[in-house]
Nanobody, 124 residues
Framework: QVLLVESGGGLVQAGGSLRLSCAAS????????MGWFRQAPGKEREFVAG????????RYADSVAGRFAISRANAKNSVYLQMNSLKHEDAAVYYC?????????????????WGQGTQVTVSS
């Protein structure tokens, strides 16, 4: 059974930082590209960042480029999202997801398994 579990969300002031983690189990983590998505109330789920199997290539949404950093530790079956300079518009439920090795696609429908999400709230 494939399981993805996010953690690290919480309440942070605008301009602050958070680091999200996603622990994976159930299949060979290093064989899958990983992505972070987010969904705010009333909005569609959107791509935030992605990283290929060996961490050698990453991709970011324009809205977070330069502020967020995705990384992975295959030895720990984990992927991370370092979020800096947080803005009110970054508030959402953040999800990690995986897909078979290949291009870092931005459509959520291209990803296979999803975590339950972790809430990020940004205050004034």
């Amino acid at each position: 059974q494939v399981l993805l579990v996010e953690s690290g969300g919480g309440l942070v002031q605008a301009g602050g930082s958070l680091r999200l983690s996603c622990a994976a189990s159930g299949r060979t983590f290093s064989s899958y590209s990983m992505g972070w998505f987010r969904q705010a109330p009333g909005k569609e789920r959107e791509f935030v960042a992605g990283v290929i199997t060996n961490g050698g290539s990453v991709r970011y949404a324009d809205s977070v480029a330069g502020r967020f950093a995705i990384s992975r530790a295959n030895a720990k079956n984990s992927v991370y999202l370092q979020m800096n300079s947080l803005k009110h518009e970054d508030a959402a439920v953040y999800y990690c997801a995986d897909r078979v090795a290949g291009a870092l696609l931005i459509s959520w429908s291209e990803y296979d398994y999803w975590g339950q999400g972790t809430q990020v709230t940004v205050s004034s």
